[in-house]
């Protein structure tokens, strides 16, 4: 299966630490890349590939795979980083991308 | 810089069409592949198609295999998506999208469009 599961929300204080995670077996093969979407926004890549940062993309950030389970640190959380996350991937054929449901993240 | 720039969008009956574009600057576009991508109202990411940097290849989720056409024109650095046979699960925003790898492969994409808005409405 290609199918990848988020929680649907989390919260986190502001400045403490956060992981949102990503389930599918598709990762045990491939790396998820992840997605920051701000309300009214279009999505941007946050990580890729083996904890992989765009251009522009504070440190805070960082990604860790185990498994069947990816997943997205936020280290000392800001209030900017409040959006919804997704998760995606690359499916078995190579032929679909695939997208986690997408867990809001509400800073306290 | 690389830049998406998505048009099209608009109010459309059940059962009709409309026909996206996407123009893209700032890369190689000929070089990339590239994506479609949807989200209705409140809900999630959805992909719909990816078209290899050539052309050649297409594919397609099968929420709407057989009603869209993804196609591309590599000498104006443009992207499109003809929909057909719309209904109201249709209403969302819709993204495009570069592929990072210029493979025949469809691979989580790096940059997005803004979006266009597409209601699907009597």
């Known amino acids: 299966s290609s199918e990848l599961t988020q929680d649907p929300a989390v919260s986190v204080a502001l400045g403490q630490t956060v992981n949102i995670t990503c389930q599918g077996d598709i990762l045990n093969k491939y790396y998820a890349t992840w997605y920051q979407q701000k309300p009214g926004q279009a999505p941007i890549r946050v990580i890729f590939?083996?904890?992989k940062r765009p251009s522009g993309i504070p440190g805070r950030f960082s990604g860790s795979s185990s498994g069947n389970t990816a997943a997205l640190a936020i280290t000392g959380a800001q209030a900017e980083d409040e959006a919804d996350y997704y998760c995606g991937s690359r499916d078995s054929t190579n032929e679909r991308v695939v997208f986690g449901g997408g867990t809001r993240l509400t800073v306290l | 810089q690389v830049k998406l720039m998505e048009s099209g969008g608009g109010v459309v009956q059940p059962g009709g069409s409309l026909k996206l574009s996407c123009a893209a600057s700032g890369f190689s576009f000929r070089t990339y592949g590239m994506h479609w991508v949807r989200q209705a109202p409140g809900k999630g990411l959805e992909w719909l198609a990816f078209?290899?940097?050539?052309?050649?290849?297409?594919y397609y989720a099968d929420s709407v295999r057989g009603r869209f056409t993804i196609s591309r024109d590599n000498s104006g650095a443009t992207l499109f998506l003809q929909m057909n046979s719309l209904t109201g699960a249709d209403t969302a925003v819709y993204f495009c999208a570069k592929d990072p790898q210029g493979l025949d492969q469809a691979t989580p994409v790096d940059v997005w469009g803004q979006g266009t808005r597409v209601t699907v409405s009597s």
């Open positions: 078209i290899a940097y050539h052309g050649r290849y297409k």
């Open positions: 590939g083996q904890n």
